[in-house]
């Protein structure tokens, strides 16, 4: 059965840093991997996926992911967030559904 | 957005009440789903539908039935509701044509509380 890690539940970083989030994955075959954010109250937005070809993706806003096969890992990255970055994201891998990591809180300090 | 509108948007019951959450759809999409997002626990698959009457259960259906006698329409039916299904629902469709594994998009959630 697939899975996925998160392994940082809160990860705090200043206005303008970089940020990195990791995501772990579990899965017999070629992954389709997704990442989402979910603000306050809200549902989850697609930021990016993964399903084949190039393993540096791009995503909405200014969010990037590296597939690393030989890590089983999906990190999501941005050079310089932004306060508006505040919020849970969720790593995810598809199979019948996707299964979903148990997400990251991200905080941002001014 | 994607056309998904789950209702209600809020509920309160208690013990032993049964429940329907709906679920609808307006972009005729094959592949419907529900989850349920606990703290600490993310977003878990509860039931899925690849079409009309056709349903299957996920990680957690116990004590969750859904019927979907439509395309654009997906129920969860909580037979009698217990405390422990108190949460925040989403309803998901895929957004492209890649079966299971493809893409979801989601509904603005059902919060349930059961008393």
């Known amino acids: 059965a697939q899975s996925v890690t998160q392994p940082d539940i809160h990860i705090t970083v200043s206005e303008g840093a970089s940020l990195e989030l990791r995501c772990n994955y579990s899965?017999?075959?070629?992954?389709?991997l997704f990442w989402y954010v979910q603000s306050p109250g809200q549902g989850l937005q697609l930021l990016l996926k993964?399903?084949?070809?190039?393993?540096l993706v791009q995503g909405i806003k200014g969010f990037e992911a590296e597939f690393k096969r030989s890590q089983s890992s999906f990190n999501l990255r941005k050079p310089s967030v932004h306060w508006s970055d505040a919020a849970e994201y969720f790593c995810?891998?598809?199979?019948?559904?996707?299964?979903f990591g148990k997400g990251t809180h991200l905080i941002i300090q001014p | 957005d994607a056309g998904i509108t789950q209702s209600p948007r809020h509920k309160v019951t208690e013990t032993g009440t049964p429940v329907t959450l709906r679920c609808h759809q307006t972009?005729?999409?094959?592949?419907m789903y529900w989850y349920r997002q606990d703290p600490g626990h993310g977003l878990r698959l509860i039931h899925y539908?690849?079409?009309?009457?056709?349903?299957d259960k996920g990680e957690v259906s116990d004590g969750y039935s859904v019927s979907r006698s439509k395309t654009e329409d997906f129920l969860l039916t909580l037979e009698s509701a217990t405390s422990s299904q108190t949460s925040v629902y989403f309803c998901?469709?895929?957004?492209?044509?890649?079966?299971?594994?493809?893409?979801?998009?989601f509904g603005e959630g059902s919060r349930l509380t059961v008393l």
């Open positions: 995810a891998v598809g199979d019948r559904g996707l299964t």
């Open positions: 998901a469709i895929s957004g492209v044509d890649r079966g299971f594994a493809g893409e979801l998009f």
């Open positions: 993964y399903f084949s070809g190039d393993t």
């Open positions: 899965y017999g075959a070629t992954p389709y």
């Open positions: 972009e005729n999409h094959r592949y």
């Open positions: 539908s690849y079409g009309v009457k056709d349903t």
